[in-house]
């Protein structure tokens, strides 16, 4: 029988290319609001959790120290090995490797950070209690992550389960910043900003179960007229549009 963590290697492996390059992935003014609220400098050292294709793992690369992107997927890591190449950064570590434990020893990095993995996560309370533990005393603990309004989440997790078929459950701003309480974490800061996008370039970059392409074009259809998936479905130049809402939390490690 097919684990979760067999989800996650399947889907990750297939979406390696396409979410890496997709516009709201990539966005430089979304990356750059992380590395900002984070309050990085040239004297950090950063984990990325999850890294995923290594983007904002560059993206901090640009003004600290060094970073290390971990991540559980071969492909993943491949290609956040392509775009370190093509940015021409040097000051970078790439390790295969699980989010809970991580593999690095207490007060290992002055910055930790997860990017769109914590709906990913079977037990997120452990992975951010994990990213404390390798934070240094004086550093910041940073998760980025879909967080959806409490009376949509329901409708907006039931869709991205469709979507992709290892997620797990994405939480509203309040359950996040609880996460932070139980890790032992003060109260995070707190910015947000919208990922834009369109159905269509969606699907593109997603790999659900046959017919389920259809079920999600319905919900986002469906959608444009009472806002039940809480991502402003509109239409706009013959496609759907949506921005699916993402909190950045920052805490700092007493």
């Avoid at 090995?81 to 989010?99: D, F, H, I, K």
């Avoid at 690095?104 to 452990?126: N, Q």
């Avoid at 879909?146 to 979507?163: C, G």
Wanted: hydrophobic share 40%; charged share 25%; net charge negative.
């Amino acid at each position: 029988m097919a684990t979760h963590r067999d989800a996650i290697l399947d889907q990750f492996t297939r979406q390696a290319v396409p979410f890496s390059t997709a516009p709201g992935i990539r966005d430089e003014e979304a990356l750059r609001l992380v590395v900002e609220a984070s309050d990085a400098g040239p004297e950090d050292t950063v984990l990325d959790v999850a890294c995923g294709p290594g983007l904002v793992t560059c993206a901090f690369a640009r003004v600290v120290k060094h970073t290390t992107g971990l991540d559980l997927t071969p492909a993943m890591l491949e290609r956040a090995r392509t775009v370190q190449r093509e940015q021409g950064l040097t000051n970078m570590t790439w390790q295969q490797g699980e989010a809970i434990p991580l593999p690095y020893p207490e007060g290992a990095f002055t910055i930790v950070v997860s990017r769109f993995a914590f709906h990913h996560f079977l037990d997120p309370a452990a992975a951010l209690t994990e990213m404390r533990r390798v934070c240094a005393q004086g550093g910041r603990v940073v998760v980025v992550d879909s967080a959806p309004a409490p009376d949509k989440a329901d409708a907006f997790n039931a869709m991205e389960v469709l979507r992709d078929p290892s997620h797990v459950r994405a939480m509203a701003q309040e359950e996040l910043r609880g996460l932070f309480h139980a890790a032992g974490l003060p109260e995070p800061r707190v910015k947000t900003y919208r990922l834009e996008g369109e159905v269509e370039g969606l699907l593109k970059r997603s790999f659900p179960n046959p017919g389920d392409d259809e079920k999600i074009r319905t919900l986002f259809a469906a959608s444009v007229a009472d806002d039940a998936l809480g991502v402003g479905a509109r239409p706009e130049g013959g496609e759907i549009r949506f921005g699916y809402p993402v909190a950045v939390l920052v805490a700092d490690r007493g």
